[in-house]
C-alpha cells in the first residue's frame, strides 16, 4: 500500500514521505511512486484524481473513500502470450494494485463519480458547499 | 465527462524541454513466436486519433499524445504524469515485415502485430535417415 499525503494539511505525512524519498534503502513495497500513476488536482468544488491504468474494464476497478481517504484498488491481468512464444520485453504492470490518498476534510463521500477512458480512471469526489469560500458583507 | 482544459495545459510542468526528454517512454511487451512478434505498449490518456505508429526504414515508431479533460479552474496539485506525449523507437530487425504491421488499441493499450517476412517463416528441416 502506498500512503501519500498530498494535501498541504498533511505536512507531516508529507515530510514523513520526503524523509523515505531521500532515504538510501528501498522500500520493500518498491520503488515509489507505486502503480498506477497518479495526478491530482482541485476546484473549489471538487477534488479530481486521475490514475494511469490501461488495459483494465471500468468493472475490475474498485474505488472507496472512505474515513476521509481514497482507495483505488484493482487486478491488473497479465498478458498472456501463446504457446511456445519467447518474451522479450516484460515492463507491462501486472497483478493486484492499491493506491491510497488522504482527502481534504471538506469533501461529501456520497457524491463521489468515477469513469474510465482511454486507460485513465478519472475520480471526482465533491466537496461540501460550506467549505466554499464565500464573500462575507461588511456592515 | 466534462469538458475542459486538457491535461497538457495542467498537470505539465516540462514543456519546454528538448524533444526526447519531454516525451514518456511508455511500458512494453514484447513477445516472438514462428511467425511474428507482437508488442504491447502502455498509452494511458491518448484517445486513439492522437496515436501514431510508423516504420522509417529499420525504425519502429511510437508516438501518442495525451489528452485528458480536467475542469478549466482545476488547480494541480500533484502529477506523476506530468509530460504530455509519449514516444519509443525499436530497432526492427531484417526478418520482420515492416509493410505488414497491423494495430488495435483498446484502454490505453496498443497491441501490434509484426510478421516475419516469407523467407524468415520456419521450415521445418526433415531429417533424412541414410
Redesign the interface.
Known amino acids: 500500500m502506498h500512503y ?1 499525503g ?2 498541504p494539511r498533511d505536512l507531516f505525512t508529507e515530510l514523513e514521505r520526503l524523509q523515505r524519498e531521500f532515504d538510501s534503502s528501498p522500500s520493500i513495497r518498491g520503488a515509489a ?1 507505486g502503480y ?9 468544488k ?1 477534488v ?1 484524481v ?1 490514475a ?6 471500468p468493472e475490475e476497478f474498485d474505488v472507496q473513500v472512505e474515513n476521509g481517504v481514497l482507495t483505488i484498488s484493482g487486478e491488473c491481468k497479465d ?1 498472456v ?2 504457446e ?10 501486472s497483478g493486484r494494485f492499491r493506491r491510497v490518498i488522504s482527502l481534504p476534510d471538506d469533501i461529501e463521500p456520497n457524491s463521489t463519480m468515477a ?6 480512471l ?1 475520480v471526482c469526489v465533491a466537496r461540501r458547499e460550506a467549505a466554499q469560500s464565500r464573500r462575507i458583507s461588511v456592515q | ?1 466534462r469538458k475542459g482544459n486538457t ?1 497538457s495545459e ?2 505539465i510542468k516540462r514543456e519546454n524541454a528538448s524533444e526526447e526528454s519531454a516525451a514518456m517512454r511508455p ?8 511467425t511474428g ?2 508488442l ?1 505498449a ?6 486513439k486519433e492522437k496515436l501514431s505508429i510508423h516504420v522509417e526504414g529499420d525504425n519502429l515508431i511510437l508516438e501518442g499524445e495525451l ?2 479533460n ?2 478549466p ?10 509530460r504530455s506525449r509519449y514516444r519509443r523507437v525499436f530497432t526492427l530487425s531484417r526478418e520482420l515485415d515492416g509493410d505488414k504491421v497491423s494495430a488495435g488499441f ?4 496498443l497491441e501490434l502485430r509484426i510478421p516475419k517476412a516469407e523467407h524468415a517463416q520456419p521450415r521445418r528441416i526433415v531429417v533424412q535417415a541414410t
Open positions: 501519500r498530498i494535501f511512486p498506477p500513476a497518479m495526478n491530482v488536482g482541485t476546484t473549489p471538487s479530481e486521475y494511469f491504468a490501461p488495459g483494465m474494464t498478458i502470450p501463446p511456445g512464444a519467447t518474451i522479450h520485453i516484460g515492463e507491462h504492470f469513469s474510465y477512458r482511454d486507460g485513465v478519472h | 465527462m491535461m495542467k498537470f511500458a512494453v511487451n514484447v513477445v516472438e513466436d514462428a512478434i507482437t504491447y502502455d498509452l494511458p490518456g491518448v484517445p489528452e485528458i480536467s475542469p479552474n482545476m488547480e494541480a496539485i500533484h502529477a506523476e504524469v506530468d483498446r484502454h490505453g493499450v
